[in-house]
Structures are given as C-alpha cells and as structure tokens.
C-alpha cells in the first residue's frame, strides 16, 4: 500500500500527506460544508457517527481548522 500511495502522491505533484491526513481534511472539510455527521461517516468509512463527532464535531462551529491546517484563505 504504501509504494502505491506514495505513487499517487507522486504524480498529483503534490506534499507527502499521509492517509490519514487526507481523511482528516475530508471529515473536517465536509463538516464545514455543512454536511450531516452521518453521511460522513459513511462516505470516510468510520464504524459509526459516534466516531466522527468524537473526534471532528469542532469543525462544525471553527471554520478556521481546514484553513490552519492547509494553509489555504
């Protein structure tokens, strides 16, 4: 798995981010947007809503986490 994720890195040009980066970013962007808890549970493969909101539920009230984290805005 990992020669294959360092691959794909590779030819996206873009930083080594690890997957679990990656499915981070995805959780908190999506919180953000306004998507419901369960649908990104389901769509970021977590076990359960429980999981997602343990760990993710501050992005829905800080929209500043995505933009600290990647340096975007």
């Known amino acids: 798995m990992g020669q ?3 691959n794909v890195i590779e030819r996206a040009g ?3 981010l690890s997957p679990h980066c990656c499915r981070h970013g995805f959780a908190t962007s999506m919180l953000q947007a306004g ?3 369960k649908t990104v549970a389901v ?3 977590w076990k ?3 999981t997602v ?3 993710y539920s501050h992005a829905m ?3 500043t986490v995505t933009d600290v984290l990647f ?3």
């Open 14 to 16: 873009i930083e080594k």
């Open 43 to 45: 769509r970021g493969g």
């Open 71 to 73: 340096g975007t805005k």
């Open 48 to 50: 359960d809503v429980g």
């Open 53 to 55: 909101m343990k760990f």
């Open 4 to 6: 294959v994720w360092n």
């Open 61 to 63: 009230d800080d929209p």
């Open 35 to 37: 998507i419901d808890p």
